[in-house]
């Protein structure tokens, strides 16, 4: 029995570096990071914080890295922080936020849509200050897009609000946007207009874009010195960085070609409710789909060498840049032909 090439849905971060980007690689200009600031790796972070809208921003080997030293920037041991349900840093972190950052996390009802909390369910969780053996909230995070809300969009006059209500509410705000350029391609809006009135923000160049490794986490110049040292101390210091930066400033110039996953992401999403499949609307690149017993579903799905995850209890499919419209296709078929 000839075996079915595997169509990989799994992540967006199976993608696999190409050609041009291993030649930049190959070719980068190197420095030891820890030392001198590694050229390669200062260019990125300059690119990054003027595309974010910040004054500056850090490179780490990973998002969950950047929304940790975010958090135990602006929390104090015992602070409590509020974020929507669902949140990676809330269910994809290993509780890192608790463990390593000190913080208490709080879930947000997400009343305002999928992965999306309203001004007035923030405004209830911050609460008022009490006395000092009461306990303290002092940070918002918020996610866009929200991986386990099927990639879901907060638009800029909703996170123009959410934030407005944390800063009156003497709350700071941190962004995981991991995904931030997903959501800037959908809405037709420059990243920046979606980081308005943040004091950090972490985005992610190895989900969708292609690069290999990296993510970065932005704020004040003040913050990223601060960052820079938490870095280190968390094992994250680099020396001849510039060869991994050099695959992120490629990464970048891809961000247009997002489109083609969330056309992509529609185009499975469709062909799976035309089969009778319960699925949810793609705002982004991420389909779920609800099915009967998720562990069965996804061993069936394994067997004909379409590849998901499960997320949020349903099958999650993430469409990506190593993944054709021809691919989707190919995988609709087998899906029909294995449940004929």
Known sequence: MTQLR?????????????????????????????????PTIRRLEERVAELLGMPAALWVPSGTMGNLIALAGHLRRGDRFLAPQGAHVLADELGSSAWLAGGMPEVLPTDAGPGRPTPRAVLVAAGTPGPFYTLRTTLLCLENTHNAAGGAVLPPDEHAQLVATAKGARLRVHLDGARIWNASVALGVPPAALTVGVDTAQCCLSKGLGAPVGS????????????????????????????????????????????????????????????????????????????????????????????????????????????????????????RAAVA
């Open 216 to 335: 970065l986490v932005a704020g004040s110049e003040e913050f990223v010195r601060e960052a820079r040292r938490m870095r280190q101390m968390l094992g994250g210091g680099v020396r001849q960085g510039g060869v991994l930066a050099a695959a992120g400033l490629v990464a970048l110039d891809r961000i247009t070609e997002l489109t083609a996953d969330h056309a992509n992401a529609t185009a499975l999403a469709t062909g799976l409710a035309d089969q009778g499949w319960q699925v949810e609307a793609p705002e982004t690149n991420i389909v779920l789909a609800a099915v009967p017993d998720l562990n069965v579903a996804l061993g069936q799905l394994a067997r004909i060498g379409v590849l998901a995850l499960p997320v949020s209890g349903k099958v999650r499919f993430v469409l990506h840049r190593d993944v054709s419209a021809t691919d989707v296709v190919d995988a609709l078929d087998r899906i």
């Open 6 to 38: 595997p169509i990989d849905l799994r992540s967006d971060t199976v993608t696999r570096p190409d050609e041009k980007m291993r030649a930049a690689m190959a070719a980068a200009e190197v420095g030891d990071d820890v030392l001198d600031h590694d």
